[in-house]
Every structure is written in structure tokens, then in C-alpha cells.
């Protein structure tokens, strides 16, 4: 009978909870349907798992307060997807539980587990029955029913996990979407696999190594019969934001997101919070996440395509390779941690400029930019990302062009974090960049060259093209999945499946311009046939201007079209 665990003990059952739900991950991939059918829960938690064990194994601690507290916040950062930001919380609040704990017993930790479920239902938006919520939700009910007579911690563990187990095999029939593909919910196992895993090393067995998941056949989900239906929003959006006041209060936050989303979850601590939500328009989120601290790290992901891949059987796109990513994420809080320092002045300006596709790198490299961030529309860099490039630069003063409205905020930011002069021109589309730097004098002084290129910006038009991921109504406009969107300084032109026709559009709207130059960047989905067709018909239309046909391999949009 064991009757208290030790700091040894309990960073032993985390360790051991991880792994085996590391062993188990493609199973729960497997059974991913619910709240999207993206086939990605068991990667995402066991990653989220992933950094609290790396935590814990970096550092010594003498109380179980100590690896709570170390798990909670190491969760908090590292979570991935709902489903780990859900883990996430549920240690959380196990962690604020177990405060001025060495030890801890039965009853404790009975209550750290309720106090776990507590902080995740609060969090949860609109918390949905027949997930990880449930599942956890009975297996703490049965840990406290358990530890108001009992005091052996295995015991307490075995009802644990029966009580789930039961919860589990109900969720098929709590959530409709589970019941038709057939499935228990993906969270709910995962965690039941964290708790099997704690109590093999309460046991004194502590599963140390990943071993090849053993899922039996015809587990997996019937992705092909989930329809677009089920996936009311496009992007899975992920991003963690250092606080500006430990008191912020979220909840104003926490209404604006739930008017462009859902599935949103919130967890937080003292320095940060991090947000999942599901939403067509993550550039808005994450401007808004602006005005309550600084955005550090973001993840956007197409779910749409996501689930048309794993019907079809194959891999689903990603924004990366998440063990190469969670890779880079410790370099990355390893770089935070170590402050960086400003590259010393050799020169009196240097320009740094935010784009993404090779093209349109190259255009502003051949423009004289000394450092380039990665990011655009919904891939929208942290202030720290900006920073860096601007610390790198040898210049007294560094003028930054985000060349997107979601970015002007973020890097106006740099100013008051570094010894350089920051200073931000507002240009709001890559055209608007790029026109600003044509103007670049380094004779001018600093206000005169900024006025300069700041009123370049004002004389460029910008039109996008991009495509809808959804059916939607925009300002009275019906807008079907899988058509073309034309987009004038930001405002919805056009939707249609005729790019032809939409071209026709755009040319009547900006010809009010009276333009002298235009200029088509293509994108990385656009071959040079089609991007020449474009070319040709816009000559048709404007015989007097000088066009000129770039590829910029941009992402998200088909063609940037700018007119001076």
C-alpha cells in the first residue's frame, strides 16, 4: 500500500504517463474526429506531455510543488492543438492544488485532480460532454469519492482508470460526430493512457521508452464519411501571448473570439496565456491578442485540407514537422531566455522588411533590405521575431515594414525593447513595401525619410487574390467554398469561380485610379502560363500602363496586383 507520493515519485508517474501515451499516439491519431476530424490528438498531447517531461528532466526539484509547478507552466508552453491545451489546464490546476506540498496523499491529491477539471471546464468556452472533459470529470469524481474513506493511492488509481474506462466507451454515444465514425473520443483515451502510465510507476514499473503502438485494426475513424459540415471554421489557430499585466482580465477577449470561432480554449498562468480556437480569420485573433501583451509564438493550420488528406489516405499537411518544430520551440524559449544584444551601429539606417514566398524575397534583398522575417496573412510574426531581425542589423536606426495591417502592432513594439531607433512604416500590403523602399534616401534625414516613404504607401493599390474555404455571407455577399475572393485595400471586391471574370472586376475597380503602373506578383500555386494569361488580359485593358510580372511564391494568395 503506498499512501503519499515524494517529488522522486510523482516526476517518475509524470514521466511514465507521457511515455505511454507516446507508445499510443498514432492509435489516438487514429480515432481523431472530434471537434475536427484532423487526425492529430495523440501528436498533439503527446508533444504537450513532451515538454513537461523535458522540463522536469532539466532540473532537480526537492518537492512535488516544485514538478507541479514546473509540468504546469512547461504544459502551458508547450501545448499543442485542443487537446493539449485542455492537458494543459488540467495540470494546471492540479499544480495550484498542490502549492506548499513535499509530499502529498490520497486526499490531495484527489482534490488537485478536481481542482485540474475545474480550471479545464472554465477555460472551455462552451464546454462540450463526451471528450477529455468528461472523461477526466469522472475519473476525479471517483479519485475523491475513493480518498474521503480510502488512503491507498493504487486503489484510488484502479478506480480512477475504471471509472474513465467506462466514460470513455460513452462518449461514443454522447457526441453525435463520434457516433457516426464509429469511435471513443481521442482526448479521453489519451489521458486515460497519462493515468495508466502514473500508476505503472506507482507500481515501481515506470515505462521509460517508446515502443511501436500496437492499436488493434478497425479502431480508426471513418474520415471519408465526415462531411464539410462537420468543420464550421477552417484554421486550427494556436498562439501563446506574454501578458502585459499579470491581472489582464481575458474575458473581453474571450467574447471576441467566440464571435469568430469556436472551440476555444484559454490557459494561462502569471507571465502568459496561450489560446486554441478554431476561426476563418486568424489574422483577426491574433491582432486582437496584441492589445493584452506581446504574441510570442503562433501555429496555423487548414483543417479542411487536413481531413481531405486523411480521407484520401494520406499524410495531412501540417505547418511543420512537429518533432522538428518542438526541436525549434526549445531553441527558441532557450533564445528568450538568453537576451539577446543589438548588433553594434556600423552604418546610420538599416531596413528590415516582413514577406514570405522566395520571389518576393528577392525583391526586397535586390531593394537593399539588410533582414527579412518570415510571414504574411495568417502566419503573422511575433514581436520577438521581429526583434531579432532588427537587433541584427548594424544600423542606429532600422526602419521596419510589416507590409500587413495584423503586423504594424507587433512591431511597433520593438521600439521599446531595443537601444536602436525602431521606426514602423505602416504599410499594410507588400506592394505598399515596396513602394516605400523604391523612395528610400539615406541623405534624408530620419522624420523626412519616414514622411517619404510613408506617403509612397498612400500611392499604391493593392488587390488580392485568395480563395474561400468555406461558404459564407460577407456584407451581403454569398460566398461558396472553393471560389476565387478578390480583395481591394483589404475589402471583399468580388467572389467567384471565374478567375477571368474576376480579373474584369478588379480592372474596373482600380481603373478609377487612373494607374500608370501595374504590377502581378504570383503565387507559389500559380504556374507562369497562368500567371502570363493574367498579364495578357490586364495589357488588353490598360494599353497605356507598364505592367510587369513578378514571381513573388507568396503562400495564401494567388495574385497580388498593385497599382501606382
Do not use: W
Amino acid at each position: 500500500m503506498i499512501q503519499s507520493i515524494d517529488a522522486a515519485l510523482f516526476k517518475s508517474m509524470i514521466i511514465s504517463g507521457a511515455a505511454l501515451l507516446q507508445q499510443n499516439k498514432q492509435q489516438i491519431n487514429e480515432l481523431n474526429v472530434f471537434p475536427v476530424p484532423d487526425g492529430d490528438t495523440g501528436t498533439n498531447m503527446s508533444l504537450t506531455m513532451g515538454s513537461g517531461v523535458t522540463a522536469l528532466k532539466s532540473g532537480s526539484h526537492a518537492t512535488v510543488t516544485a514538478c507541479a509547478d514546473t509540468v504546469s507552466s512547461a504544459l502551458l508552453r508547450g501545448a499543442r492543438g485542443n487537446s493539449g491545451v485542455i492537458l494543459s489546464l488540467l495540470f494546471r490546476g492540479i499544480g495550484k492544488s498542490l502549492k506548499e506540498k513535499t509530499v502529498c496523499n490520497a486526499a490531495e491529491l484527489a482534490a488537485a485532480f478536481q481542482r485540474g477539471v475545474d480550471a479545464a471546464y472554465k477555460a472551455v468556452m462552451r464546454p462540450t460532454e463526451g471528450t477529455i472533459l468528461t472523461v477526466s470529470r469522472v475519473a476525479a469524481e471517483a479519485a475523491r469519492a475513493y480518498a474521503e474513506t480510502g488512503d491507498d493511492l493504487e486503489e484510488m488509481f484502479d478506480r480512477m482508470i475504471s471509472a474513465g474506462d467506462v466514460a470513455l466507451a460513452g462518449t461514443t454515444e454522447q457526441n453525435p460526430v463520434l457516433k457516426k465514425a464509429g469511435v471513443v473520443d481521442a482526448g479521453g483515451k489519451g489521458y486515460l493512457c497519462i493515468l495508466r502510465g502514473m500508476l505503472s510507476a506507482l507500481l515501481g514499473q515506470p515505462i521509460e521508452h517508446v515502443v511501436t503502438d500496437e492499436g488493434g485494426a478497425g479502431e480508426g475513424a471513418d474520415f471519408a464519411g465526415l462531411s464539410d459540415e462537420e468543420i464550421t471554421f477552417a484554421f486550427d489557430t494556436v498562439f501563446i501571448v506574454r501578458k502585459k499585466d499579470p491581472d489582464v482580465d481575458l474575458d473581453p477577449f474571450r467574447e471576441y473570439l467566440s464571435s469568430i470561432g469556436d472551440s476555444l480554449v484559454i490557459g494561462e498562468d502569471d507571465d502568459a496565456f496561450k489560446v486554441h480556437v478554431h476561426t476563418n480569420t486568424p489574422g483577426d485573433a491574433l491582432n486582437a491578442a496584441q492589445q493584452y501583451g506581446t504574441l510570442e509564438l503562433a501555429k496555423i493550420e487548414n483543417m479542411v485540407t487536413q481531413r481531405d488528406d486523411l480521407a484520401a489516405g494520406r499524410k495531412a499537411q501540417s505547418t511543420d514537422d512537429l518533432e522538428a518544430v518542438e526541436k525549434e520551440l526549445e531553441s527558441m524559449e532557450a533564445q528568450r531566455k538568453a537576451e539577446p544584444e543589438d548588433v553594434p551601429p556600423e552604418k546610420k539606417y538599416g531596413l528590415v522588411s516582413v514577406c514570405a514566398g522566395h520571389g518576393m524575397e528577392a525583391v526586397f534583398k535586390n531593394l537593399g533590405v539588410d533582414a527579412l522575417v518570415t510571414g504574411g496573412q495568417t502566419m503573422n510574426p511575433s514581436t520577438e521575431d521581429i526583434l531579432r531581425a532588427v537587433q541584427s542589423v548594424p544600423a542606429e536606426t532600422v526602419f521596419v515594414f510589416p507590409n500587413n495591417k495584423n503586423i504594424i502592432m507587433a512591431a511597433q513594439q520593438c521600439d521599446r525593447l531595443t537601444d536602436k531607433n525602431v521606426v514602423v512604416i505602416p504599410s499594410k500590403t507588400v506592394p505598399q513595401g515596396i513602394s516605400a523602399l523604391v523612395c528610400f534616401d539615406d541623405s534624408l534625414e530620419p522624420d523626412e525619410l519616414t514622411d517619404a516613404m510613408t506617403d509612397a504607401c498612400g500611392t499604391v493599390h493593392t488587390a488580392l487574390i485568395t480563395y474561400a474555404a468555406r461558404d459564407s455571407e460577407f456584407d451581403g455577399t454569398h460566398i461558396k467554398s472553393g471560389e476565387y475572393l478578390a480583395l481591394l485595400e483589404n475589402q471583399l471586391l468580388a467572389s467567384t469561380s471565374d478567375l477571368a471574370q474576376l480579373i474584369g472586376g478588379i480592372a474596373d475597380a482600380v481603373r478609377g485610379f487612373d494607374p500608370e503602373v501595374l504590377t502581378i506578383f504570383y503565387g507559389e500555386d500559380v504556374t507562369e502560363e497562368s500567371a502570363k494569361a493574367v498579364e495578357e488580359k490586364l495589357s488588353a485593358l490598360f494599353p497605356d500602363a507598364d505592367i510587369q510580372l513578378i514571381s513573388g511564391g507568396q503562400p495564401v494568395y494567388y495574385y497580388m496586383i498593385s497599382a501606382e
